[in-house]
């Protein structure tokens, strides 16, 4: 056994999320071999929360078939995308807005749940909280006596920081004003906390920040979308065809303003009633997420059930998925926010391979 050919063995693994060969991704990096002992070093695109592991596994059963006495280690190193951001993002990989066309769907819902499903599988997140007229992050993680901290610099600027709850970072409008004091702001004033909220908080180092919109497309979201280099958007919806028709004019709206669309998620897809596990009933209709998103070509990323602990949870201050017991509906959101990584990787994929093609 030695390196060239265990790296022969390696070199028809499949990455994936990204459909290529790890030869092609040009992912192995070196492989080392002292007696038994194999060590494979890859280089591969982030977020590798998901695609570390199957990759781990991939590459032991391609060696292990042929040298099955070998005691096989898997180093993967993340491949760091070079994207210009503002001071306060700069040690952000991962920008992911929650957006939708209607209000309702359950935007926060999700947003708070995704945050806490990428946590819980070990990345560093952030939750800003972009509802500037109708903040719920605060309720949602329990945070909503909390007040948000900020200092001035030496010459008069403020920064902020972020609250944290269950290992999320969380910045929301809601700690620096009462609830209903937004809804009597007038726009200037909520324009300038919405700057405030994006350009003065101090996120440090994250894997993912993610970004919980106000329902519809007016002037945050084009804000939000062209002050921010974000890796993409994901956009909720019910089944219902009224919700749907909004869905079109949101996915319309970031394709307008080149945001990558990473995909539909359907939520309140149907419900399984306690008693009957067995039963599904569609509510509000059958199918109609994964429809508009074949409508536009963008990736359906799954559904989510409707459960009454979800809605429990986001009420006493606590991310559903999180709970031991979620079992298969919290398998829905864990599902979802593995796509939803999948696809930020294939964005930053595109992106790498766009400056790689700059630099020829
Ligand atoms: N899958 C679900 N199961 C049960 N209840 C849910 C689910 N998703 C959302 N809810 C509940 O539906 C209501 C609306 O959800 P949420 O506040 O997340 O929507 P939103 O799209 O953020 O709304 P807005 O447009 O006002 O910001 C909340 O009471 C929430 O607890
Ligand atoms: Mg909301």
């Not at 929360?49 to 781990?56: E, K, M, Q, S, V």
């Not at 096989?72 to 760091?80: D, F, H, K």
């Not at 989510?304 to 829905?332: N, Q, T, Y």
Request: net charge negative; aromatic share 6%.
């Amino acid at each position: 056994m030695n390196s060239s050919d265990v790296q022969r063995l390696l070199e028809p693994i499949i990455d994936s999320d990204l459909g290529k060969t790890l030869k092609e991704l040009s992912a192995i990096h070196s492989v080392e071999i002292a007696g038994h002992r194999v060590r494979v070093f890859l280089e591969a695109v982030g977020p590798l929360h998901w695609i570390a592991r199957r990759l781990d596994h991939d590459c032991k059963a391609a060696i292990l078939a042929t040298y099955p006495e070998a005691d096989v280690e898997v180093l993967v190193r993340e491949r760091v995308v070079d994207v210009k951001r503002s001071p306060t993002l700069s040690g952000v990989k991962n920008l992911i807005a929650v957006s939708s066309g209607k209000g309702g769907v359950g935007k926060s819902t999700m947003a708070a749940n995704l945050a806490a499903a990428l946590a819980q599988r070990g990345a560093t997140v952030g939750l800003l909280d972009a509802d500037i007229y109708g903040p719920s992050q605060p309720t949602m993680y329990g945070l909503a006596e909390q007040s948000m901290r900020a200092e001035k610099t030496p010459d008069g600027k403020i920064i902020g920081y972020p609250n944290e709850a269950y290992g999320v970072k969380i910045a929301s409008i809601g700690f620096v004003m009462q609830r209903d004091q937004a809804a009597i702001l007038r726009g200037p004033m909520l324009a300038g906390y919405f700057t405030m909220l994006v350009e003065q908080i101090t996120w440090g180092e994250l894997d993912f920040l993610i970004f919980d919109l106000p329902p519809g497309t007016g002037d945050i979201q084009l804000t939000l979308t062209q002050r921010i280099p974000l890796t993409g958007a994901v956009v909720i919806t019910t089944p219902q065809e009224i919700a749907l028709a909004d869905v079109r004019r949101s996915i319309q709206m970031f394709e307008k303003v080149r945001v990558n669309v990473l995909g539909v998620i359907e939520n309140m897809s149907y419900f399984v009633p306690p008693d009957l596990p067995d039963r599904k009933y569609y509510i509000f209709g059958e199918g109609g997420g994964r429809s508009v998103a074949d409508e536009y070509r963008v990736p359906f990323l799954g559904e989510v059930p409707i459960d009454v602990r979800v809605r429990e949870g986001a009420d006493s201050g606590f991310p559903f998925v999180l709970d031991p017991e979620s079992g298969a509906m919290g398998d829905a959101f864990r599902d979802v926010a593995e796509r939803v990584a999948r696809q930020a990787r294939i964005a930053n994929s595109d992106t790498l391979n766009s400056q790689l093609q700059i630099d020829l």
